[in-house]
């Protein structure tokens, strides 16, 4: 009997848990009559969520569109893909707010949580977050676009601006080598900007013997210069004396050229010079090597000599 009674109990016991439990839930959701339920906010919560992510998107479209339509407004592509791209990320935040106070959840919590987070990702992300800087200042700044021919500080880097990221910018050299570089590099850096003006100057430095009619040399070299239809009038090519080396007058032809001709022009200009030069019988200097093949008397007689002295 007493076993009975005790089966009794504890089946009335779990009943009465199960029953406390769902009436919680019930109460939870449907509200105790005094409150509005909390079934209803969280149908609101997921309309206003539906609702702000078809509105976030149509904005964005707009904003795209915009940007289509007016090319002036913004012209470099990377700009555009950044300002979209935070655009986006404030909306979904600021929908996200307010979805969760819509549900009742306490954002105090969540903004400590946020500032932990930050802190630490800061830490731990110090070169990332110096990376990301250095983008937003050169997408703002715009040192260079896309496109763009550019050498950063003393390297050999340079090339044509392929693309220009939140991290890393992506360069493609004249040998068709894709070379990325962080951005803090290129802020660290002097950057030289090869297209920003559309002239460039080409400047070819070639030295002449010290037997050489100066007046002669310089005058063939701005002839070979006048003689190309690529090359600009104005500013006029001119040629100057630029130094006294130990065996040679360094000469230095100067002219301008437009900028996407560069390359093209300076290669052509050498090659000119040098069957100008030997056409005209200039003569350019350089370190020759002489070898003499001497006989067994001579060989004889010059160690004798060696030994006299």
Do not use: H
Request: hydrophobic share 50%; aromatic share 10%; with cysteine.
């Amino acid at each position: 009997m007493i076993l009975t009674d005790g089966w009794t109990s504890f089946w009335s016991d779990v009943w009465k848990s199960i029953t406390d439990a769902w009436n919680q839930v019930v109460k939870f959701w449907a509200g105790d009559g005094e409150s509005i339920p909390y079934v209803a906010n969280f149908l609101l919560a997921i309309i206003v969520l539906l609702l702000g992510v078809a509105l976030i998107k149509f904005i964005i479209f707009i904003i795209n569109r915009a940007f289509k339509i007016n090319r002036g407004i913004i012209k470099e592509r990377s700009v555009k893909s950044f300002i979209v791209s935070t655009i986006k990320i404030i909306l979904y935040f600021i929908l996200v707010l307010i979805v969760l106070n819509i549900l009742r959840v306490s954002l105090t919590g969540v903004a400590e949580i946020f500032s932990s987070a930050i802190l630490a990702i800061g830490l731990s992300l110090q070169d990332v977050i110096s990376n990301f800087a250095s983008g937003i200042i050169i997408l703002t700044s715009k040192p260079f676009v896309t496109g763009d021919y550019i050498k950063i500080g003393e390297s050999t880097v340079e090339g044509n601006v392929v693309d220009v990221r939140f991290l890393v910018t992506t360069i493609e050299t004249v040998n068709k080598q894709v070379v990325t570089i962080p951005n803090k590099t290129i802020t660290g850096s002097i950057i030289t900007n090869y297209t920003k003006n559309p002239l460039r100057r080409v400047v070819v430095d070639i030295g002449v013997d010290y037997s050489t009619d100066i007046n002669k040399a310089k005058a063939v070299l701005v002839e070979i210069a006048n003689k190309d239809n690529r090359v600009l009038l104005d500013p006029k090519p001119v040629c100057y004396v630029t130094a006294f080396e130990s065996s040679d007058i360094n000469l230095s032809l100067r002219c301008y050229v437009p900028n996407a001709l560069y390359w093209d022009v300076y290669f052509e200009l050498n090659e000119k010079i040098l069957i100008e030069f030997n056409r005209q019988g200039i003569k350019i200097p350089y370190n020759r090597l002489v070898i003499e093949s001497l006989n067994a008397e001579e060989k004889i007689n010059l160690e004798n000599k060696g030994k006299v002295l």
